[in-house]
């Protein structure tokens, strides 16, 4: 259709597509695959020069956030989004870092092999800092820590199996607790939340007018 030919499951309306979509030119040239989950996600974006040979890989995960986007030039080079060389490589990275071009960062853990993504995924600055982990159970995005300067987490995050908030602490610079968010879920559906401050906590409780607060 349209001067090329494509193979995959579903229809040409996306919200109908699963599993691997290919597309090649008339010539029979590999222009790109799209691998889809259930409901029309596109999980893994793999896009070629008109040789065949890469130009976009762009994964996400199953919420459909962008995880890793690398671009490559004609000859293979790995370049940013503009087409500029990507920045030096920080020493002390672990072998497995790539470069992110959307986000400008660096991205270690990853592996483009198992998608939805397992495990954990540390995310670096230009510097090679260590800024974010995020862990991954299903797909799921589970847990997020975010990083301070000196490697302390700070702000920590936690999802359950359905990928909803379920808790929230910040620490203050000496390991203090500075405030703390805990959510219940009956299914998708909020029940409780709890806020602690300090030595004071605010209590939320499903009522029939909503969340009712003391």
């Known amino acids: 259709d349209g001067e090329v030919f494509f193979f995959g499951l579903g229809a040409q309306d ?3 597509r699963r599993g691997t979509w290919t597309w090649w030119s008339a010539g029979g040239v590999h222009i790109q695959t799209h691998e889809y989950q259930a409901g029309g996600k596109c999980i893994a974006e793999l896009v070629n020069h008109p040789d065949g040979a890469p130009k976009l890989r762009s994964y996400r995960d199953a919420r459909g ?12 080079a790995e370049v ?13 990275l672990p072998a497995d870092v790539v470069f992110d071009s959307m986000n400008t960062r660096w991205v270690g853990g990853f ?10 995924i540390t995310l670096y600055g230009l510097d090679g800092t260590r800024q974010q982990t995020l862990t ?6 589970r847990r997020v820590q975010l990083y301070n ?9 936690n999802h359950d199996e359905l990928g909803q908030e379920i808790r929230d602490v910040v620490t203050d610079d000496d390991g203090s ?7 219940t879920y009956a299914g998708t559906d909020l029940t409780a939340v ?10 939320g409780r499903k009522a029939e007018g909503g969340m009712a607060y003391e």
């Open 136 to 141: 991954f159970a299903g797909g799921h995005l």
């Open 111 to 120: 592996d483009p092999a198992t998608l939805p993504p397992m495990g954990e």
């Open 177 to 183: 607790p500075r405030y703390l968010i805990e959510r």
């Open 194 to 203: 709890d806020i602690t401050v300090g030595e004071r906590t605010i209590r």
């Open 149 to 157: 300067r000196d490697g302390r987490v700070w702000h920590e995050t």
């Open 80 to 92: 940013d989004t503009s087409g500029d060389p990507i920045p030096p490589r920080p020493a002390g």
């Open 14 to 16: 996306p919200k109908t």
């Open 65 to 76: 956030w962008r995880l890793v986007q690398r671009c490559f030039a004609p000859g293979g």
